[in-house]
């Protein structure tokens, strides 16, 4: 035994020394630092850090990325890194594309080469990877902001259409989301950032982290080819039309299965990341990767991003505070609301922010294509976070449900029910709490909305 070997100095020194070699509280800035070490240091941490997060390797999400990502001299690190020159679209910017006239960039690159000294710089720098980094050129965004002549009622005009197509502005008219960049052929173009869709504009105020729920990517897109007179596949305009705002497909396959854009607040307390829950979130540099892949993804393998400003995005996500809760009416219906919720769905919402661990699909019943879809299926879907879900219908993975009260209503189900949020038929799945007594599903709601 240690302590009968060694005298009591002895031994107090070595517990002291036990203590600091004890590894620093997680996601507690020490921490953090370390983490960044292991996912920037060396391609082996990174390669080790993707396998454990990918939950169904045979999918085409994982497949992609266990063939091409940490390779080393091969596969997606042999990609040249790219550092854009972007500037985001202000008032003057967006004036500028109105006269059809290109507006300045900076001669700076997004990022000065130096690595952030600290959490507060990372996350800094993050944000203007999460407003400024262009994904890719977004043709149908060029167009909608940029009418065919420089009269001031047609500017007018493609302001109104891109702002009913959910291209919000800020009262000051800056569009979050958008920006000018110089594409990697150096050509100027409009480009779409990470802002685009998880960024809304509530009562005039930036809502950082809230998903876009009026962007309608599927129309924008048509509008782009009816105006151009662009020959496009008819299945996929078919299947374009139907996105409507707030979903986008994401997905690497060519099933139909766009998805609700989430809230990105609390992924600390998330255990899995997307709504099929296709990566396991075992700690910050799964987040990463997911971002940096994400990053060359969307350039088309043409380029990768510096692996700083991966890391930065997920510090910045890390760091988005969910916007102030609706003022609670009627305490005594949230806190009879709060029992009820004990009782039917924490065992399933029990996390910090009410979400929980991927449940199997004909458990949840909700629609199926995506869990088991090739391109992120797992069978499963994740148990969705609460945090400000009044503000985030239409509901499920798949957004079919308007609101709260339908959700827990039994006439969704219903052969002739027409309430759905994508048209008429029935909304099944996740019938939780549909056979409560009124009283109690109405405190339930009054509850939610508090959360
Ligand atoms: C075209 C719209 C769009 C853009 C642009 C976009 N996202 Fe998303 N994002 C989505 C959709 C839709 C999902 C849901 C995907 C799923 O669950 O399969 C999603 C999911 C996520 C998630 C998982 C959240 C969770 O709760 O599991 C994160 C994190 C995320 N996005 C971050 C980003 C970042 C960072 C960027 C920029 C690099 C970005 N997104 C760009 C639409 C978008
Ligand atoms: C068996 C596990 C389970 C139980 C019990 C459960 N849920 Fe869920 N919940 C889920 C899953 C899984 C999803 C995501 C399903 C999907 O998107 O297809 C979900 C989604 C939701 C959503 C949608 C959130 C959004 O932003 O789209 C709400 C709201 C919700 N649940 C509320 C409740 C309430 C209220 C109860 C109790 C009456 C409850 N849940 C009980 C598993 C459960």
């Given at each position: 035994m240690l302590g009968s070997r060694l005298g009591p100095a002895a031994l107090l020194a070595a517990i002291t020394a036990c203590r600091a070699a004890e590894p620093p509280p997680p996601w507690s800035e020490a921490w953090l630092a370390g983490e960044a070490e292991r996912y920037l240091g060396a391609t082996a941490n990174r390669r080790a850090a993707l396998e454990a997060s990918l939950v169904n390797p045979d999918n085409v999400y994982s497949r992609q990325r266990l063939k091409s990502y940490g390779r080393d001299t091969v596969g997606w690190d042999a990609l040249p890194v790219w550092n854009p020159r972007s500037r985001p679209i202000d008032r003057a910017a967006a004036d500028d594309l109105a006269r059809r006239v290109w507006p300045e960039l900076p001669a700076e690159r997004l990022w000065d080469g130096a690595r952030p000294a600290n959490q507060a710089a990372w996350i800094g720098l993050g944000r203007r990877v999460f407003f400024e980094f262009p994904l890719r050129p977004e043709f149908a965004m060029e167009h909608v902001l940029t009418p065919w002549s420089a009269s001031t009622e047609l500017a007018d005009d493609a302001a109104a259409n891109a702002a009913a197509l959910g291209v919000e502005r800020t009262p000051a008219g800056d569009l979050p989301g958008l920006v000018v960049f110089a594409d990697v052929d150096g050509q100027r173009r409009v480009g779409i950032t990470c802002a685009i869709c998880h960024t809304a504009i509530r009562d005039g105020v930036v809502v950082e982290g809230a998903a876009r729920r009026r962007l309608d990517l599927g129309s924008l897109r048509l509008r782009y080819y009816r105006d151009t007179g662009t020959v496009v596949d008819a299945e996929l305009a078919r299947r374009m039309a139907t996105w409507g705002p707030g979903r986008a497909d994401v997905t690497e396959d060519d099933d139909e299965d766009p998805v609700a854009i989430p809230?990105?607040?609390?992924?600390?307390?998330?255990?899995?990341?997307?709504?099929?829950?296709?990566?396991?979130?075992?700690?910050?540099?799964?987040?990463?990767?997911?971002?940096?892949?994400?990053?060359?993804?969307?350039?088309?393998?043409?380029?990768?991003?510096?692996?700083?400003?991966?890391?930065?995005?997920?510090?910045?996500?890390?760091?988005?505070?969910?916007?102030?809760?609706?003022?609670?009416?009627?305490?005594?219906?949230?806190?009879?609301?709060?029992?009820?919720?004990?009782?039917?769905?924490?065992?399933?919402?029990?996390?910090?922010?009410?979400?929980?661990?991927?449940?199997?699909?004909?458990?949840?019943?909700?629609?199926?294509?995506?869990?088991?879809?090739?391109?992120?299926?797992?069978?499963?879907?994740?148990?969705?976070?609460?945090?400000?879900?009044?503000?985030?219908?239409?509901?499920?993975?798949?957004?079919?449900?308007?609101?709260?009260?339908?959700?827990?209503?039994?006439?969704?189900?219903?052969?002739?029910?027409?309430?759905?949020?994508?048209g008429p038929g029935p909304v099944r799945g996740h019938r939780y709490g549909i056979d409560l007594p009124a009283a109690d599903r109405a405190a339930l709601i009054r509850y939610l909305e508090s959360l």
């Amino acid at each position: 035994m240690l302590g009968s070997r060694l005298g009591p100095a002895a031994l107090l020194a070595a517990i002291t020394a036990c203590r600091a070699a004890e590894p620093p509280p997680p996601w507690s800035e020490a921490w953090l630092a370390g983490e960044a070490e292991r996912y920037l240091g060396a391609t082996a941490n990174r390669r080790a850090a993707l396998e454990a997060s990918l939950v169904n390797p045979d999918n085409v999400y994982s497949r992609q990325r266990l063939k091409s990502y940490g390779r080393d001299t091969v596969g997606w690190d042999a990609l040249p890194v790219w550092n854009p020159r972007s500037r985001p679209i202000d008032r003057a910017a967006a004036d500028d594309l109105a006269r059809r006239v290109w507006p300045e960039l900076p001669a700076e690159r997004l990022w000065d080469g130096a690595r952030p000294a600290n959490q507060a710089a990372w996350i800094g720098l993050g944000r203007r990877v999460f407003f400024e980094f262009p994904l890719r050129p977004e043709f149908a965004m060029e167009h909608v902001l940029t009418p065919w002549s420089a009269s001031t009622e047609l500017a007018d005009d493609a302001a109104a259409n891109a702002a009913a197509l959910g291209v919000e502005r800020t009262p000051a008219g800056d569009l979050p989301g958008l920006v000018v960049f110089a594409d990697v052929d150096g050509q100027r173009r409009v480009g779409i950032t990470c802002a685009i869709c998880h960024t809304a504009i509530r009562d005039g105020v930036v809502v950082e982290g809230a998903a876009r729920r009026r962007l309608d990517l599927g129309s924008l897109r048509l509008r782009y080819y009816r105006d151009t007179g662009t020959v496009v596949d008819a299945e996929l305009a078919r299947r374009m039309a139907t996105w409507g705002p707030g979903r986008a497909d994401v997905t690497e396959d060519d099933d139909e299965d766009p998805v609700a854009i989430p809230d990105l607040w609390g992924l600390r307390a998330e255990s899995f990341l997307t709504h099929a829950g296709t990566i396991r979130h075992l700690g910050p540099a799964a987040l990463a990767i997911r971002q940096e892949t994400q990053l060359l993804h969307a350039s088309g393998l043409r380029i990768r991003p510096p692996r700083e400003l991966a890391w930065a995005l997920a510090m910045y996500l890390y760091s988005i505070e969910p916007p102030p809760a609706r003022p609670v009416a009627d305490r005594g219906a949230v806190a009879r609301g709060a029992t009820v919720f004990d009782a039917h769905c924490r065992r399933c919402h029990g996390s910090a922010g009410y979400g929980g661990d991927p449940v199997p699909v004909e458990l949840v019943g909700t629609e199926p294509a995506l869990a088991n879809g090739r391109a992120r299926g797992t069978g499963r879907y994740r148990v969705t976070a609460l945090v400000r879900v009044a503000d985030a219908a239409p509901y499920l993975h798949d957004g079919t449900v308007p609101t709260l009260d339908v959700l827990l209503s039994a006439d969704r189900l219903a052969l002739g029910f027409a309430g759905g949020a994508r048209g008429p038929g029935p909304v099944r799945g996740h019938r939780y709490g549909i056979d409560l007594p009124a009283a109690d599903r109405a405190a339930l709601i009054r509850y939610l909305e508090s959360l």
